[in-house]
């Protein structure tokens, strides 16, 4: 089974509203996929680890 790893996006600026946005942000900095997270809205860029 993968695990998957997280890491906080360092291009993505600004609240994290749309996972799409932030995913294509991720796919610019190597990663996969990436998703809104957390109460503040954080943009998480996701691998397998």
């Keep these: 089974e993968s695990r998957t790893c997280e890491s906080a996006s360092?291009?993505?600026k600004g609240t994290c509203v749309r996972?799409?946005?932030c995913?294509?942000?991720c796919q610019?900095?190597?990663f996969p996929d990436g998703?809104?997270?957390g109460v503040?809205?954080?943009c998480m860029c996701r691998k397998p680890c």
């Design 19 to 21: 996972s799409s946005n």
């Design 10 to 12: 360092t291009r993505f």
């Design 23 to 25: 995913a294509s942000v």
């Design 35 to 37: 998703k809104c997270e």
């Design 40 to 42: 503040r809205r954080r």
């Design 28 to 30: 610019g900095e190597g």
